[in-house]
């Protein structure tokens, strides 16, 4: 059993790239991812995908890679020769004009930035596939140990209730039956009561007595009850995705409880039955949170 939240980070520096990988899951009835991945890793969107469904099978999964380059960046060198030809042209033009003695020395054309012109290249985004996709496998690593861990958890408590719930059933059973026959008693006695001195068949007062005894009976009930109980502890110890079938049993259990209280006729039966619906309603809320 995994929980469907869960958080993992993980950094990798190789081929001087540093690459940061963070997955954060919550709890989602189905399957959701948001790719936060760097520009210009269209192809590289399905062998993420197909990481993170590797791991995790329900749930709002957010996956946030990035990247730097160690070191400083490749620089580029542009030259604008026409420029700088023009510049020289119009020197030479000018100091003739002028009369002036010398011709135009390099220094000139350093000192002006609209001719020498220093860019950083941009790095290979290819460069740094393969180290931020270590970092996402170990980041889903530590994200599948986190909810691993919260699900041991979870399913050491759904078994706890299981289990009080289990150890209610011989308890149901005692008070169903004495209510039953407390029914019974009563009711031939009142209708004892009613018909005497008159002339009435026994035999169909105590077939009416009998059928109104049998409303209370609950065993059919608490045979489901117990075969539901055995199926949700199977599921605690399957493995893979299990959120949906406890899901379905937990209702089934609401069920069986509800009716079993819609048939109560004493208020030790209802108060008891009223418990293990909030043992099973508490169930109800965690298995949410259940891959």
């Not at 007062?205 to 409303?215: S, V």
């Amino acid at each position: 059993m995994r929980s469907m939240t869960g958080f993992g980070r993980a950094e990798v520096e190789r081929s001087g790239i540093h690459a940061t990988a963070e997955v954060r899951a919550v709890n989602q009835r189905f399957f959701e991812l948001k790719l936060n991945i760097p520009r210009g890793w269209g192809e590289q969107e399905a062998e993420v995908r197909r990481l993170v469904q590797s791991v995790v099978a329900r749930g709002r999964v957010e996956v946030y890679i990035r990247y730097v380059s160690l070191g400083p960046p490749p620089a580029r060198l542009q030259v604008n020769d026409q420029l700088a030809a023009r510049y020289v042209a119009e020197l030479r033009r000018l100091g003739r004009k002028l009369r002036l003695e010398g011709h135009p020395e390099i220094d000139v054309l350093l000192q002006r930035p609209e001719i020498f012109q220093v860019s950083e290249a941009e790095t290979d985004s290819r460069k740094a596939v393969n180290p931020a996709m270590t970092a996402l496998s170990k980041a889903l690593r530590a994200l599948e140990r986190e909810r691993s861990r919260e699900g041991r958890a979870l399913s050491r408590d759904f078994a706890a209730r299981a289990s009080r719930i289990e150890a209610a059933i011989p308890e149901l059973q005692r008070l169903a039956e004495h209510s039953r026959k407390s029914i019974l008693e009563n009711f031939q006695k009142r209708l004892g009561e009613l018909l005497e001195g008159l002339p009435h068949n026994e035999r169909r007062i105590y077939d009416e007595a009998a059928g109104a005894a049998q409303h209370c009976d609950i065993t059919e009930e608490l045979t489901r009850l117990r075969a539901h109980l055995q199926g949700l502890r199977g599921l605690l110890v399957r493995k893979g995705p299990v959120g949906k079938p406890i899901e379905f049993l937990l209702q089934e259990l609401n069920r069986e409880v509800n009716t079993i209280g819609a048939k109560s006729q004493s208020a030790a039966l209802s108060r008891l039955t009223v418990d293990l619906k909030g043992e099973i309603e508490k169930m109800r809320e965690q298995v949410q949170n259940i891959e």
